[in-house]
T-cell receptor
């Protein structure tokens, strides 16, 4: 039972354009959401997070939006750069879960020059 | 480099052999996590430690798996009698206790069971 779903295995965008990566979840107990970026042969790197009490969090070129009623979040990257090419994982936490992250399957983002 | 360090980076072993992986967390981090990532999947939680105490284990962690964190510093993950289904990337992460403090991941150990 996949509690965190990333339905797009891959996404390709042109440099300078917006990249939008989507994530859906089914567990209503999740109250904190994170995006991780992973390059080949490296571990995941934390990118940005959002608490369930917010609907938007912004950090430079990266913005995460949360729609609790739809159980949906998205990561926007503007403008996209070739160095952003990586696998992006959506992850979620239940309150009091001692940071047991539940990950989606990931979306491979390719930013073309 | 003061990040999370994992050793070895790659391990190829024959089915039925035992393997052991090591993780050195960021020095002041009291919490340490093990995850497993198989092809096409996201990382899945295996177990975690607070200092030297193993506080939770996933049902994914069969009896053939054992993890330790003696003295609350580095951790080891041992797999006994390896099976082909154990082939995966084994990731270690560490963090400080605190509300929503970030977890830092190591580069992982890729295990191939032949």
């Amino acid at each position: 039972d996949q509690q965190v779903k990333q339905n797009s295995p891959s996404l390709s965008v042109q440099e300078g354009r917006i990249s939008i990566l989507n994530c859906d979840y089914t567990n209503s107990m999740f109250d904190y959401f994170l995006w991780y970026k992973k390059y080949p042969a490296e571990g995941p790197t934390f990118l940005i997070s959002i608490s369930s009490i917010k609907d938007k969090n912004e950090d430079g070129r990266f913005t995460v939006f949360l729609n609790k009623s739809a159980k949906h979040l998205s990561l926007h990257i503007v403008p996209s750069q070739p160095g952003d090419s990586a696998v992006y994982f959506c992850a979620a936490l239940e309150g009091g879960s001692n940071y047991k992250l539940t990950f989606g399957k990931g979306t491979l983002l390719t930013v073309n020059p | 480099d003061t990040g999370v360090s994992q050793d070895p980076r790659h391990k190829i072993t024959k089915r039925g052999q035992n393997v052991t992986f090591r993780c050195d967390p960021i020095s002041e981090h009291n919490r340490l996590y093990w995850y497993r990532q198989t092809l096409g999947q996201g990382p899945e939680f295996l177990t975690y430690f607070q200092n030297e105490a193993q506080l939770e284990k996933s049902r994914l962690l069969s009896d053939r798996f054992s993890a330790e964190r003696p003295k609350g510093s580095f951790s080891t993950l041992e797999i006994q009698r390896t099976e082909q289904g154990d082939s995966a990337m084994y990731l270690c992460a560490s963090r400080l206790t605190g509300l929503n403090t970030e977890a830092f991941f190591g580069q992982g150990t890729r295990l191939t069971v032949v």
